[in-house]
C-alpha cells in the first residue's frame, strides 16, 4: 500500500515570487508519482507525472517537480507565480504493482497567490 | 483531445428520488473511474471499470449504482441518498488499468442531496 503526506495544507504567496509545495510518500515498491490542479468548482487537471527516466520533471503553466527517491519526495515548484495559479494541489501515487490503476492522493495544498 | 464530460453540471435530488450521473469520454480509453470528493478533501475512488467490466468496487453502500452500457460511456444510479451524499462526483479514464496510465478528469457533478 502506498501513502501520500502534503505538509502544507496552504500557502500563501505574492504574485511573481516563487514556490514550492511539499510531497513526500511512503511504498514499498516502486512508484509512479503525479501532481493534478483543482481550480475552484472544477475537476482535477494533470499538472505533471513521473514514470521512469530523468528525476526532474517539467509540467503545464511553468511548473516542475523533482523525484527524490532517498527521501522518498515529489516536491513541486514554480519560479514565479500568478494569480491565476490560486488552486487547490494535489500529489499522487501508484504503487508499480498496482491492479486497477489506483491512484492514492495526499491532502491537499491551497495555494493562495496574492497581489 | 483529453476530454472528458459529465452531466450534469449540477442536480439537488431528495431522499426518494432516483437520479443518474453521465459520463462520457472518445477518447478510446478501455478504464473508467468514478471519484466521490468532499469539499476541501482529496477525491475517494469508488470503483473502477475495465473494458466494461467492473474490477473495483471500494465497499459503496448500495445506493450508488454504476454501469458501463458501452467503452466510451459510464453512468452512476443514484437512490435512496442521504444528506451525507452531497458531494462533487467527478469521472476519469484513462488508457488501460495498467500503473503507468494517466488518469484524465472530468469536470465534476455537484450533488445536493436535501
Known amino acids: 500500500a502506498q501513502s501520500v503526506t502534503q505538509l502544507d495544507s496552504q500557502v500563501p504567496v505574492f504574485e511573481e515570487a516563487p514556490v514550492e509545495l511539499r510531497c513526500n510518500y511512503s511504498?514499498?515498491?516502486?512508484?509512479?508519482l503525479f501532481w493534478y490542479v483543482q481550480y475552484p468548482n472544477q475537476g482535477l487537471q494533470l499538472l505533471l507525472k513521473y514514470l521512469s527516466g530523468s528525476t526532474l520533471v517539467k509540467g503545464i503553466n511553468g511548473f516542475e517537480a523533482e523525484f527524490n527517491k532517498s527521501q522518498t519526495s515529489f516536491h513541486l515548484r514554480k519560479p514565479s507565480v500568478h494569480i491565476s495559479d490560486t488552486a487547490e494541489y494535489f500529489c499522487a501515487v501508484k504503487g508499480n504493482n498496482n491492479a486497477g490503476n489506483m491512484l492514492t492522493f495526499g491532502g491537499g495544498t491551497r495555494l493562495m497567490v496574492k497581489p | 483531445d483529453t476530454e472528458v464530460t459529465q452531466t450534469p453540471k449540477h442536480l439537488v435530488m431528495g431522499m426518494t428520488n432516483k437520479k443518474s450521473l453521465k459520463c462520457e469520454q472518445h477518447?478510446?480509453?478501455?478504464?473508467m473511474y468514478w471519484y466521490k470528493q468532499k469539499a476541501k478533501k482529496p477525491p475517494e475512488l469508488m470503483f473502477v471499470y475495465s473494458y466494461e467490466k467492473l474490477s473495483i468496487n471500494e465497499s459503496v453502500p448500495s445506493r450508488f449504482s454504476p454501469e458501463c452500457p458501452n467503452s466510451s460511456l459510464l453512468n452512476l444510479h443514484l437512490h435512496a441518498l442521504q444528506p451525507e451524499d452531497s458531494a462533487l462526483y467527478l469521472c476519469?479514464?484513462?488508457?488501460?488499468?495498467?500503473?503507468?496510465?494517466?488518469?484524465?478528469f472530468g469536470p465534476g457533478t455537484r450533488l445536493l442531496v436535501l
Open positions: 511504498s514499498s515498491v516502486s512508484v509512479y
Open positions: 477518447m478510446g480509453h478501455r478504464a
Open positions: 476519469a479514464s484513462s488508457q488501460t488499468d495498467r500503473g503507468w496510465e494517466t488518469q484524465y
